[in-house]
């Protein structure tokens, strides 16, 4: 079955510091492994995929197959940052598992 | 704007009774539509695949008569709690996919108190 983790629940960062937020995954097949972000009092919404390689607000994720991980990553945290994350993976018709989250404060 | 609604955004009603919470695409026709749900600090975890003019998916260990989904059209998706009773609360959100864009887009969510 597939299985998404992200060990830290809570992460406090310093403006300017960089910044990782971890997930690994277990899945079987090719997964599609995403980013989802849900600022204060907003829905969640994509912040990034792995298809797609993009930088979104400053952050990349890079897929390691090897390691199963896909580990969210910017290299200077803004206070803006400051929101929920969630790092989930798709298996088959588009259906999401979802990490439990890491909830990351941005420290002015 | 948003893309997709979700009424009421919160309720509260006694054990025993039936709450309907509704999902709208409002943008874009949604041949599906998923329905999860969150408990306090957890994950948000997959219930049902909503499947216009069809039946509804359910996942494992998710009772389909207990949570009754009805895709009645390309914009409107129905998830009934019935006979409600306090372990059911919780906060659920529905997500519509856009196909043009291979990409999930989430309600607002409603939050569910049975008391």
């Known amino acids: 079955a597939q299985r998404v983790t992200q060990p830290e629940k809570l992460l406090s960062v310093f403006k300017g510091a960089p910044v990782e937020l971890k997930c690994n995954y277990s899945y079987s097949g090719s997964p599609e492994l995403f980013w989802y972000v849900q600022y204060s009092r907003q829905r969640l919404q994509l912040l990034l995929r792995?298809?797609s390689r993009e930088s979104i607000k400053g952050f990349t994720a890079d897929l390691n197959k090897g390691e199963t991980s896909f580990h969210l990553k910017k290299p200077f945290a803004q206070e803006e940052d400051s929101a929920m994350y969630y790092c989930a993976l798709s298996y088959g018709n588009e259906k999401l598992t979802f990490g439990t989250g890491t909830r990351l404060t941005i420290i002015p | 704007g948003a893309v997709v609604s979700q009424h009421p955004s919160r309720v509260i009603c006694k054990s025993g009774t039936s709450v309907k919470i509704e999902c709208r695409s409002l943008d874009f026709q949604a041949t599906t539509m998923f329905w999860y749900r969150q408990f306090p600090k957890q994950s948000l975890m997959l219930m049902a695949t909503?499947?216009?003019?069809?039946?509804?998916?359910?996942e494992q260990g998710v009772e389909k008569d207990k949570f009754l989904i009805n895709h009645a059209s390309l914009t409107l998706s129905t998830l009934t709690v019935t006979s409600a009773h306090p372990e059911d609360s919780s906060f659920y959100i529905c997500?519509?996919?856009?196909?043009?864009?291979?990409?999930?887009?989430f309600g607002p969510g409603t939050r569910l108190l049975v008391l």
């Open positions: 792995h298809i």
């Open positions: 997500s519509v996919i856009r196909l043009a864009q291979e990409t999930q887009y």
């Open positions: 909503s499947n216009e003019g069809s039946k509804a998916t359910y």
